[in-house]
Structure formats: C-alpha cells, structure tokens
C-alpha cells in the first residue's frame, strides 16, 4: 500500500510561481513511476506530467510544456511539481499518483494507470 500526501498549493498571481509537493510512504514507492494529474471545477481531471522511476524519463501535457517541471527524490519518498509562468486556467486541485510502470521508463498519462492517489491540493491562479 502507497499513502500518498500534497502540500504547497496555495494563491499566486498570474506569472508567479509555486511549488506543490507528494510525500509517499508505504513499500515500493521509488519502483514505479509517479504523475501529477489537475481537476478543474466543472471539468475533468487531466494529466499534467509524470516522471519514471528513475527520473530517466519525464513527460508533459501541452498545456503545461516549457512552465511546469516534475522531479522527483527517492531518498525522501517525494515527488515535486515547479510550476512557473502561472495562468489562471492552471486554476485546479492538484493530484499527485502513484503506482504505474514497476521499473519502466514508459510514458503513463492515464488516470487509470495509477492505482494510488493523494487527496488533493488547491491551486488557484488570480488574473
């Protein structure tokens, strides 16, 4: 079993930046690849990017592509989300998952990969 836990959200102004961050705990938590995955009110929740389990590998949703970078730190069972270049349309709770690939450097942008997931940060981007 994986207990996975964000922090960081928070309000910033459009252009600003922010850290959100997944502390995992439970076993096989650097085995597997991890994603970070955004749920607007009103819309669905969608793939923002993951990360292998080594790092080798990392991949983003168009949107998001050259502004956010996803990192993670095995050592510390966490995974971490930069996001510069803030827009109001990144306004969303910020998921963190975890679970997909054991061992793989392949790219998982599907929600279902991911049997694991964390409750959730606020992220709210003001115009």
């Known amino acids: 079993q994986v207990h996975l836990v964000e922090s960081g959200g928070g309000l910033v102004q459009a252009g600003g930046s922010l850290r959100v961050s997944c502390a995992g705990s439970?076993?096989?938590?650097?085995?597997?690849?991890m994603g970070w995955f955004r749920q607007a009110p009103g819309k669905e929740r969608e793939f923002v990017a993951t990360?292998?389990?080594?790092?080798?590998?990392?991949n983003y949703a168009d949107s998001v592509k050259g502004r956010f970078t996803i990192s993670r730190d095995n050592a510390k069972n966490a995974v971490y989300l930069q996001m510069n270049s803030l827009k109001p349309e990144d306004t969303a709770v910020y998921y963190c998952a975890a679970g997909a690939g054991y061992y793989s450097s392949s790219y998982y942008r599907k929600a279902y990969e991911y049997p694991y997931w964390g409750q959730g940060t606020q992220v709210t981007v003001s115009s």
């Open positions: 439970g076993r096989a938590f650097s085995s597997y690849a």
């Open positions: 990360i292998s389990w080594n790092s080798d590998s990392t």
